[in-house]
């Protein structure tokens, strides 16, 4: 089973900053990585697929890259929606994987 | 507009059954992998298990094999989980999700979840 690993587990930011979060693999998985949004009470949603490709609706200051084991979510500008959990998920093997979030609160 | 819908969650004792629903609409059902994707109350995402679009593979997490049961009806574009002797762990919210296009299993929509409970 691959293991995922986010860093850091809390990020405490102010509106309008830059945002990197990081998302380790125990195992190479090429660029199968996705990055998911959750706020509480509500189902996640996707926000990157294929570790840089943009879901459907996703604003433009959310970008992901990396391949390998190693891949970041960059907010560019932190606005007051993006406050939540940010989770990886690697779509490279069964069985698929989270990682354990990163939860992005008002500083 | 993609909608998944489920229900069926509620409160069972521990070896207790139950049978979640999944009505899917706004998309070519029988194109799509389909998935359940389970949350802890406070906790992270675990994905449960996945169905291919003629249910001929189906995956589980280990946790669950032998005891849950993913199935879909193409004709009426819903998926379901049978799940049987529950266990206090398996208390969670559950999701179901559909694959997106790219390859591998990745969920790029969600239903809003309907809450298990395995108490005694």
């Known amino acids: 089973e691959i293991v995922m690993t986010q860093s850091p587990a809390t990020l405490s930011m102010s509106p309008g900053e830059r945002v990197t979060l990081s998302c380790r693999a125990s195992q190479s998985i090429s660029s199968y990585l996705a990055w998911y949004q959750q706020k509480p009470g509500q189902a996640p949603r996707l926000l990157i697929y294929?570790?840089?490709t943009r879901a459907t609706g996703i604003p433009a200051r959310f970008s992901g890259s990396g391949s390998g084991t190693e891949f970041t979510l960059t907010i560019s500008s932190l606005q007051s929606e993006d406050f939540a959990v940010y989770y990886c998920q690697q779509h490279n093997n069964w069985p698929w994987t989270f990682g354990q979030g990163t939860k992005v609160e008002i500083k | 507009e993609v909608q998944l819908v489920e229900s069926g969650g509620g409160l069972v004792q521990p070896g207790g059954s139950l049978r979640l629903s999944c009505a899917a609409s706004g998309f070519t059902f029988d194109s799509h992998w389909m998935n359940w994707v389970r949350q802890a109350p406070g906790k992270g995402l675990e994905w449960v298990a996945s169905?291919?679009?003629?249910?001929?593979?189906?995956y589980y997490v280990d946790s669950v094999k032998g005891r849950f049961t993913i199935s879909r009806d193409n004709a009426k574009n819903s998926l379901y989980l049978q799940m049987n002797s529950l266990r206090a762990e398996d208390t969670a919210v559950y999701y179901c999700?559909?694959?997106?296009?790219?390859?591998?299993?990745?969920?790029?929509?969600w239903g809003q979840g309907t809450l298990v409970t395995v108490f005694s």
């Open positions: 999700a559909r694959d997106g296009v790219a390859p591998g299993i990745y969920y790029d929509y």
């Open positions: 294929g570790a840089s």
């Open positions: 169905i291919k679009q003629d249910g001929s593979e189906k």
